[in-house]
């Protein structure tokens, strides 16, 4: 810091020292998120930008080094503008997560994308002229691009094009962290990729058929029976059934561990909703569980489970679940349906959406739907509207009459906290059996067993034990009957 500040220009020193202890104070460790580790992980390595040493007219972006890249952003829409502006500034946000710098954007309004190109030809030059302009090396496309149009429209701009999906796979390798979630990323990815192949000269070309087929150069031009292209896919493919075979040998664990809570009659609650809009944050304040809290994009991927209690004092499980974003690739959809089984499993679903989004309605339309893709539509929902503390009171009114029966919310200052419990204790599922007891006083176990899984209604002591009224599952009674009075 030191040898910064000496090298700093004279009047630039404070700046830099003032900026520095502002760095220093935002990843101060927080008392409410607990131990952020993942975040100093992330932070560790930084790409440095203006050290480039490559040609500028590089055609062949494949070889390209790794460094922090220059985009340009470009969508296409024939509803809404505000909706195509709002989805173009998330797709700035997705960009950034994934380590790129934005520098301009562009929307064309016309029925349908253009099958060739994407965007219509004279659009295509004016895209090619300001990236040539502002010295970008990449476009991205704000929906999922053919094959034939990403190749077609990098000739035209003679940088690198990808798509929304490529973007949200990126971020989704970047932060993947558990073996399961690397695996569902990865195959994933290769779904992605497999028919996206292409060839690059002689390599890939066709082989000649018959004795000359046509190519004329007759005996001992025949190839070794494959393309270099048909290796790839079939490599592919190979790689894709070994991750399937992956995925599937974790379920038994997650399955033993939920059969565990189902055996102990624990209900189970899942928090949902759009990426970016809080749920680790609400889970942290819930639980004091110390997941990773960034303000990014996917920033968590990796399902956290942990236990909590309701007012009442009964035990259920909260899960922190993979965040959604609109037009979410359905590689990524089916990759991760073992993950999103703690929803589709779940007793209540907790929905979190951002109150300060620009258009939280959407938000909610996005998620429903993936939640319906999961199976998950038939249970029960609790609407938690977060960061309530940066919405006036107007807003506020306004996300009333989207929602009338949501609960506004603050993880970071504990507003609605409470209401939350209150509302889950309220639907979560109540044993539906009255029995009165007789426990001996030596069985301590049954007693604690009681209040922590069930109602216990009444509890007085006589000489022979603990006489106790509870209402409990249909299941206990069985494990209960020695102890059952008239």
Do not use: C
């Not at 991205?140 to 701009?157: G, I, T």
């Not at 990815?189 to 150069?217: I, T």
Request: aromatic share 4%; no cysteine; charged share 30%.
């Amino acid at each position: 810091m030191e040898r910064i500040l000496a090298w700093a220009e004279p009047g630039e020193s404070e700046l830099l020292s003032a900026r520095a202890q502002a760095l220093q104070d935002d990843d101060a460790p927080s008392d409410l998120d607990g131990d952020q580790l993942d975040r100093e992980e992330r932070a560790a390595l930084r790409r440095v930008d203006g050290l480039r040493t490559e040609l500028e007219d590089v055609t062949e972006v494949e070889y390209r080094q790794l460094r922090l890249e220059n985009v340009v952003l470009v969508g296409v829409y024939s509803g809404n503008a505000e909706d195509a502006e709002n989805s173009l500034r998330e797709l700035a946000a997705l960009a950034e997560t994934a380590g790129a710098r934005v520098l301009d954007g562009v929307l064309q309004r016309r029925p349908n994308p253009d099958p060739a190109t994407y965007v219509g030809r004279g659009k295509a030059e004016e895209l090619a002229a300001m990236v040539k302009e502002l010295g970008a090396d990449t476009v991205v496309a704000d929906s999922e691009l053919s094959p034939s149009q990403r190749r077609a429209l990098e000739d035209r701009v003679k940088v690198k094009v990808i798509d929304r999906t490529a973007v949200i796979l990126d971020i989704f390798s970047q932060h993947a962290k558990s073996r399961e979630g690397k695996a569902q990323v990865e195959l994933a990815q290769l779904e992605y990729l497999l028919p996206r192949l292409r060839g690059w000269g002689e390599s890939m070309s066709r082989q000649a058929g018959g004795q000359v087929g046509g190519q004329g150069a007759g005996m001992g031009s025949r190839g070794p029976g494959e393309t270099k292209i048909e290796l790839d896919r079939r490599r592919i493919h190979s790689r894709m059934a070994r991750l399937r075979k992956q995925i599937k040998g974790f379920a038994p664990a997650r399955q033993a561990k939920r059969a565990n809570r189902d055996r102990n009659e624990v209900p189970s609650v899942a928090i949902a909703g759009y990426t970016n809009a809080g749920k680790s944050s609400l889970l942290n304040r819930i639980t004091g569980a110390g997941v990773l809290v960034e303000n990014a994009l996917f920033a968590t991927l990796d399902a956290t489970v942990r236990r909590a209690e309701t007012p009442d004092g009964r035990e259920f499980t909260i899960a922190d679940t993979v965040g959604f974003v609109r037009d979410l690739p359905h590689q990524l959809v089916e990759a991760f349906r073992s993950t999103l089984e703690e929803v589709a499993e779940s007793d209540v679903i907790v929905h979190v959406v951002d109150a300060s989004h620009p258009d939280p309605a959407s938000q909610i339309a996005t998620v429903r739907d993936v939640l319906g893709e999961t199976g998950a539509r038939s249970i029960p929902e609790i609407v938690v509207f977060n960061k309530a503390d940066l919405v006036s009171d107007d807003e506020r009114l306004v996300l009333r009459g989207l929602q009338p029966d949501a609960v506004f919310a603050s993880a970071r200052t504990g507003e609605g906290v409470d209401e939350i419990l209150e509302r889950i204790a309220e639907l979560l599922p109540r044993p539906d059996v009255a029995v009165s007891l007789l426990v001996p006083f030596d069985r301590g176990d049954i007693i604690a067993m009681l209040h922590d899984r069930f109602e216990v209604l009444r509890e007085d002591y006589e000489a022979e034990g603990t006489r106790v009224e509870a209402m409990v599952s249909e299941a206990a009674v069985g494990q209960l009957a020695e102890f059952v009075v008239a």
